[in-house]
């Protein structure tokens, strides 16, 4: 076990560094700083809860950025390991399939993280500068968005276990926008009369990632309480459904010829 | 042979069909490869482009699945990972991640070995000295040239002392320079008690390090043995460069003496074997001919290579013929 951890451990870091030395994070800054502007020009503009509006579309950038981030950079970083065939050397030491790919998926967790990290500060930043309230509320949204995107690196791997990197971007995306509607399928589906439509939607919602738990964004933007329990429903959701991709990422990837 | 090293590598009638794609026919690429490597040898796996030698090492090194057969290293099947402790590998046409340094990489790839911290440093710098890439160590390896990234394949093939290296042409992208200094890395692996498993077409470097070989063409063994007495088979020829043969003479020639008469410009060059030189030059020069040189040589290995690969052709065609018939 620990064994294990002594070789994830190199292929994570490095995975980061490599996601570093390659002006991402710049690209990301300059985000954040092109938020400011927009959020200072938008409140000088609107004379109604300006401040909220400036909150309302700094989450949801933050959350449309670091998810397209996650599922853009990711696939890269895995497929480039295959292509450019720098796995050959790296599975030639005692290393195995299942260690890589944890491994991998770690390091860009530990990216999109640092990522959000760097976004909520600049969050911070501009509701200071507006004089727009800040609470414990916006720490949880941005605690589960967190947690949502380890359930999008894990899609992300997963798919780019065994596909093209053009089709796991177009299935990683359209599981996340699947992801966001389950919740509004499954309700429709049960509206049906027919009984197997009523199947397919729950069997769909149990099969796809409920990604609405993990999005609290109104409630902290209206200051509305956000239970401790619901924070912790969503967490425990997450590494499960982690858990279950991961599983399924190494058992296919274990099989698969490198060629 | 009883007293034989034991065997490092053992192959066993593999087989791999490659699936270009959905519902493509599969294309067989390895026809049933045999061979064994032994303890403390330069084995050499030669063959001509396509032939099979990188998948075959694919197959060893776990990338790949066979279709069908066995092959072991160190008495382990290799779909296992225990003993990839004790083996380095250099990939064909290496390549790294482009952001580190020559350094970083091999620290990198010590730790995956599990190279205690307190020797991880002493470690890499005796393989950067080891393939004189000292004054680059600190350059990311995007500055690196071909030569430099073969020889960073070579330091983490090599960065946790394994009993057994697997090197895919190990001499392709470098200088006169850099392959001698390959071989002389190559011959003291040896000199330690290691063993080398390698694949390459670079005849010469065979000819020079390896103790034995297998010859593979068109995913099948042709030969496997010591590599000399594989050259003593007809050790010694003479190259002949001649002028003004007639050219009827010069089939009847080719014919009596079995060789290949090869029309160079003006001049014309065969290789004649050693005790049929004196009967060739009468019978040329009473054809007319003047005699340009006359080269005692030892047949190269090049040219039972090309023997190899003709007759190797021969038969698969032959197989061919007969696969149709029965079918
Ligand atoms: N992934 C693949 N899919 C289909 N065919 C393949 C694949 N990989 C290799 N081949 C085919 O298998 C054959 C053997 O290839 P291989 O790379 O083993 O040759 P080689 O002996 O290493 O040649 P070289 O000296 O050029 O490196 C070639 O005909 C090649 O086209
Ligand atoms: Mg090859």
Redesign the pocket.
Request: net charge negative; glycine share 16%.
């Given at each position: 076990m620990t064994r294990s951890l002594q070789r994830i451990w190199p292929i994570a870091t490095n995975t980061v560094r490599e996601a570093i030395r390659h002006r991402l994070l710049y690209t990301l800054l300059f985000f954040a700083v092109t938020m400011i502007g927009v959020a200072v020009l938008i409140a000088s503009l609107s004379y109604v809860e300006g401040e909220r509006i400036i909150q309302d579309i700094g989450l949801a950038s933050i959350r449309l950025f670091s998810v397209g981030i996650a599922i853009f950079v990711g696939i890269g970083l895995i497929h480039g390991e295959v292509d450019r065939r720098t796995i050959y050397t790296i599975l030639a030491k005692p290393v195995t399939r299942a260690e890589f790919l944890l491994g991998k998926f770690v390091g860009l967790l530990l990216t999109v993280w640092l990522q959000l990290l760097l976004m909520g500060l600049a969050f911070v930043g501009v509701s200071l500068l507006v004089g727009a309230p800040l609470d414990l509320g916006y720490a949880a949204a941005l605690f589960l968005v967190g947690i949502e995107l380890m359930v999008i690196v894990a899609v992300a791997t997963l798919f780019s276990s065994f596909s093209t990197p053009m089709l796991s971007a177009f299935f990683t995306l359209g599981i996340y926008a699947l992801g966001h509607l389950s919740r509004n399928l499954y309700f429709l589906g049960q509206e049906a009369d027919v009984e197997n439509v009523r199947r397919a939607a729950t069997f769909l919602y149990r099969v796809l990632p409920d990604l609405e738990t993990f999005n609290v964004s109104i409630q902290a933007v209206h200051g509305l309480p956000i239970p401790a329990t619901e924070v912790g429903w969503a967490v425990l959701y997450g590494l499960a459904y982690t858990t279950a991709l991961l599983s399924l990422a190494i058992y296919i990837f274990h099989r698969r010829d490198l060629? | 042979m009883t007293d034989s090293p034991p065997e490092i590598v053992r192959v066993d009638d593999l087989v791999k069909d490659?699936r270009?794609g959905l519902g493509l026919r599969s294309?067989r690429?390895l026809h049933g490869v045999s061979f064994a490597v032994r303890e403390g040898e330069i084995f050499g796996f030669v063959?001509?482009?396509?032939?099979?030698?990188?998948?075959?090492l694919k197959v060893l090194m776990g990338l790949i699945r066979p279709t069908s057969g066995r092959a072991s290293i160190l008495g382990c099947d290799v779909g296992e990972a225990g003993f990839r402790q004790h083996i380095g590998f250099l990939p064909?046409n290496p390549y790294f991640y482009p952001f580190l340094t020559g350094r970083e990489i091999l620290r990198f790839y010590a730790r995956l070995c599990g190279v205690e911290s307190s020797l991880l440093a002493e470690r890499v710098n005796d393989l950067l000295a080891l393939v004189r890439l000292e004054h680059a160590s600190d350059a990311r390896l995007s500055t690196y040239s071909k030569g430099m990234l073969q020889r960073v394949g070579i330091a983490q093939a090599l960065i946790h002392d394994p009993e057994v290296a697997f090197l895919d042409?190990p001499m392709s992208g470098l200088d006169p320079i850099g392959r001698k200094d390959i071989r002389d890395i190559i011959l003291r692996l040896k000199a330690a008690g290691k063993t080398v498993f390698m694949?390459t077409?670079i005849l010469s470097d065979v000819e020079m390090i390896c103790d034995r070989v297998a010859i593979?063409v068109n995913g099948r063994i042709r030969y496997e043995g010591p590599i000399r007495e594989f050259l003593r088979e007809d050790e010694l020829r003479s190259d002949i460069v001649l002028a003004r043969l007639p050219s009827e003479t010069s089939t009847e020639l080719g014919e009596r003496f079995s060789a290949t008469l090869q029309t160079v410009g003006e001049t014309i060059e065969v290789q004649v074997r050693e005790g049929q030189v004196q009967g060739f030059l009468e019978a040329a020069l009473g054809a007319g001919a003047e005699i340009l040189s006359v080269t005692p040589n030892r047949v190269s290995l090049e040219h039972i290579f090309l023997e190899a690969v003709e007759e190797g052709e021969r038969a698969d065609a032959r197989a061919d013929r007969g696969g149709e018939g029965t079918s």
């Open positions: 060629e | 490659f270009p294309k690429v063959g001509p482009n396509g032939a099979g030698k990188t998948t075959t064909e042409e694949n077409h593979i």
